[in-house]
């Protein structure tokens, strides 16, 4: 009876298919949502069940990593991720870059950042790294100068020279959308630029260079970071269906690093 037992044991572990490992991924609504889709389906395929998460904010996703809430989350910079490190101490890592996606700066009033008057409002980010990117973006155009012009960290006090005399004003980044009607310029993260029917390949009157310091990335625990379900997530968003799906649905707005 024991032999039968074992022998039958040893059948039903070869007839049944092992389960899926399944990791919940943090991302923001918007196209860092519809991307994972994709990346689901993909892992889907190789054995790694994807549970997707959304956020409608930048700060939670990190912190809901930490707290192991998540496994992983793909919606930030990596100079996003260190200032948050910075703070909290989270034990969270970059494992792999996933899309690039120049931002831009937007307006109702004007076409050229020429056309911007004297004491103009510009509308930024309110946390240091996407505030910083905004600036940056005026200072390669000529609009401001920036103590340091590669300073990721820099904010409003950097600022050495303001011919316009632009005030600036900080907001929640996913509030920037909404300031567009009462600012004269505002700096707005791609995935809130889309979500708000803007194209920032097209709608935006000047934008950042795509190479940069400013390229998303996947993220995860460090103490997961070797995981044999990490290298599987990486390979799934780093496949050829969810480069065509960014090629077909975002038409350069975001640009695949792989």
Do not use: C
Request: proline share 5%; charged share 25%; aromatic share 6%.
């Amino acid at each position: 009876m024991l032999r039968f037992v074992v022998a039958l044991a040893a059948l039903l572990s070869v007839a049944l298919p092992a389960q899926a490992e399944t990791i919940r991924v943090g991302v923001t609504a918007g196209p860092h949502a519809e991307i994972i889709d994709v990346v689901k389906k993909v892992a889907a395929e190789r054995g790694l069940d994807i549970k997707v998460v959304e956020f409608t904010d930048y700060v939670i996703p990190n912190q809901a990593l930490a707290l192991k809430d998540l496994e992983a989350n793909s919606f930030q910079h990596e100079p996003y991720l260190k200032n948050q490190i910075s703070k909290t101490g989270w034990k969270i890592v970059k494992v792999a870059t996933t899309i690039a996606s120049p931002q831009g700066v937007y307006s109702q009033k004007y076409k050229t950042l020429a056309e911007l008057p004297e004491g103009a409002k510009v509308a930024i980010a309110n946390d240091p790294s996407n505030g910083a990117r905004g600036l940056m973006i005026l200072a390669l155009h000529g609009v401001i100068k920036l103590k340091d012009p590669s300073n990721v960290a820099a904010t409003v006090a950097d600022i050495t020279d303001n011919p316009k005399k632009l005030k600036f004003v900080e907001l929640d980044a996913a509030q920037l959308p909404r300031a567009l009607a009462d600012v004269d310029l505002v700096s707005i993260n791609n995935n809130y630029a889309v979500q708000a029917g803007l194209n920032p390949a097209k709608d935006a009157i000047a934008r950042e260079n795509a190479e940069g310091p400013w390229v998303n990335i996947l993220a995860v625990r460090e103490e997961d970071k070797d995981k044999p379900w990490v290298k599987q997530l990486i390979e799934a968003y780093h496949s050829e269906p969810v480069k065509a799906f960014l090629d077909t649905r975002f038409k350069g707005t975001y640009i695949a690093t792989w």
